[in-house]
């Protein structure tokens, strides 16, 4: 019997989660069906619970269920449990594990594919959502410096900076209260969906090394082109870090890992 995952959000219509593990299916002959489901918001539990008892074996979760996520879990593993989010339920004797791939696959895109050293390297994050917390603990394991979290709720981020305590450097910060200094810059917020961009100064752009676009198919958002006008060494979207963290959860599930160059190169859109 082929067995049943799918990704939850809302807006779902343009997960390419689908296509990410039907190519996964086909490189390792699983027999495996994937879709998409959009529950409604304060849904998400009762949506997640009806797929279950339908036969459902997994799920992904994107914006803005994911904290939602990881406490509907009966199990939450440490990469879930340390940020408070989860972006990856599997099903297991009728109980519901937790895990959060997201971190894992930035870190992995930017290290990895990217070919960018993390060791000692001040990062900034726009953004204090499940996609930042999922980051913080992977980013501090790949050695760098300091995290800097900024978001337009300063509380919000300060809660977030708290959650790995003394385990690494990361602290909060205002929008405006930025200055130069960061060799990364990491778009965590969900404004390029809706084509609009965090507020970041423009000061802090300034001798990055690396802009990053957690949003993926978008060409070239405002986030980026501002990137790129404050002459930014390089800029990426989030399209390798949604490969790779669609990788880990396959190998979760199905226990294979793909190959996820090919299909990074499926899905890249140039960023010009």
């Avoid at 000692?120 to 994050?125: D, S």
Wanted: proline share 5%.
């Amino acid at each position: 019997m082929t067995d049943r995952y799918a990704v939850f959000g809302n807006p779902i219509a343009q997960s390419k989660s689908p296509e990410l593990h039907a190519a996964f299916a086909a490189q390792t002959g699983e027999d495996m069906s994937y879709e998409r489901i959009e529950a409604p918001l304060g849904g998400f539990e009762a949506a997640v619970r009806a797929f279950i008892a339908a036969g459902g074996k997994g799920l992904n979760v994107t914006v803005p269920f994911k904290v939602e996520a990881e406490a509907l879990a009966d199990e939450a593993r440490d990469s879930a449990a340390i940020c408070g989010a989860a972006n990856c339920l599997k099903i297991e004797d009728g109980r519901i594990v937790a895990e959060n791939f997201d971190g894992v696959g930035l870190v992995r895109d930017i290290a990895v594919n990217l070919g960018v050293d993390l060791k000692g390297k001040r990062v900034l994050m726009a953004g204090a959502g499940g996609a930042a917390r999922g980051a913080l603990e992977p980013l501090i394991e790949a050695g760098v410096a300091e995290i800097v979290i900024a978001n337009r709720d300063v509380a919000k981020a300060e809660a977030v900076a708290r959650l790995l305590g003394p385990r690494g450097s990361i602290r909060a910060s205002r929008y405006e209260a930025l200055e130069p200094g960061f060799d990364l810059v990491l778009n965590t917020t969900s404004a390029s969906l809706s084509g609009a961009e965090p507020p970041i100064p423009g000061k802090a752009f300034v001798g990055a090394e690396l802009a990053y676009e957690l949003a993926y198919g978008k060409g070239k958002t405002p986030f980026l082109a501002r990137a790129e006008h404050y002459h930014v060494g390089r800029i990426a979207d989030g399209v390798g870090m949604l490969v790779e963290q669609a990788a880990e959860a396959f190998a979760w599930w199905r226990g294979k890992r793909p190959d996820t160059a090919p299909v990074i190169a499926q899905l890249t859109v140039p960023l010009d």
